[in-house]
């Protein structure tokens, strides 16, 4: 018993019966389905990838750049720590895009 005095068994298998309705097969593929129709995400999923597909060489570009500023600069810590937090943004980006588009790769199953 606990301190509602219902039996613990009880209170378990109501809970296991209302995960198995909630997290049914058929209920994750009706969310799948609302989530593929749901037009506004798509449309905000597909100009977020865009822009980061945009962003991604300007960010590479840069890490070149500043590269190249490292090798012939007398204050190298502040290039490398900007070399760093670029890098970092960009992985960042990709590691989006790559989320972006197995997320609507999965809708499309």
Do not use: C, W
């Not at 606990?2 to 198995?20: D, Q, R, S, Y």
């Not at 997290?23 to 798509?42: G, P, V």
């Not at 990838?49 to 190249?68: G, S, V, Y």
């Not at 490292?70 to 943004?89: F, G, H, N, P, R």
């Amino acid at each position: 018993m606990n301190k509602t005095g219902v039996p613990m068994a009880e209170l378990h298998a109501a809970v296991i019966a209302a995960l198995k309705v909630t997290f049914s097969d058929q209920k994750f593929e009706e969310f799948l389905r609302d989530r593929a129709a749901d037009t506004e995400q798509i449309a905000a999923r597909r100009a977020e990838r865009e822009n980061l597909l945009q962003t991604i060489p300007k960010l590479a570009a840069a890490e070149a750049k500043l590269a190249k500023a490292i090798a012939v600069s007398d204050d190298m810590d502040a290039l490398v720590a900007e070399l760093k937090a670029t890098q970092q943004e960009r992985r960042q980006a990709e590691a989006r895009v790559a989320d972006l588009e197995g997320y609507e790769r999965d809708l499309r199953h």
